[in-house]
Nanobody, 122 residues
Framework: QVQLEESGGGLVQAGDSLRLSCAAS????????MGWFRQAPGKEREFVAQ????????YYADSVKGRFTISRDNAKNTVYLQMNSLKPEDTAVYYC???????????????WGQGTQVTVSS
């Protein structure tokens, strides 16, 4: 499994932008599909976005489509989540995760980071 560590969370106002990063350990990062998930207080963890091994394919949850962008830099073993036009409902702990599989729907995510808090005030 790959070790993951998120960073970049914080407190912002509605309409602001934030970029999350997820650094991965190991030399096999480019063989993993990567995803971002989030969990708001009292709610289940939900899918946000995912990206294929070489970055050629991305999928997004409808709630973030057009506002969030997932990208990766395999040379830096890092995946990013650029979040624009943030809304209070985006408030959650954001997790990155890794999977050996890549489908249109998120599958096989079995390595997780510890999460980073994003709080959007109105």
């Amino acid at each position: 499994q790959v070790q993951l560590e998120e960073s970049g969370g914080g407190l912002v106002q509605a309409g602001d932008s934030l970029r999350l990063s997820c650094a991965a350990s190991g030399r096999t990062f480019s063989s993993y599909a990567m995803g971002w998930f989030r969990q708001a207080p009292g709610k289940e963890r939900e899918f946000v976005a995912q990206i294929s091994w070489n970055g050629g394919y991305t999928y997004y949850a409808d709630s973030v489509k057009g506002r969030f962008t997932i990208s990766r830099d395999n040379a830096k073993n890092t995946v990013y989540l650029q979040m624009n036009s943030l809304k209070p409902e985006d408030t959650a702990v954001y997790y990155c995760a890794a999977s050996r599989a890549f489908r249109e729907y998120p599958t096989g995510y079995n390595s997780w980071g510890q999460g980073t808090q994003v709080t959007v005030s109105s």
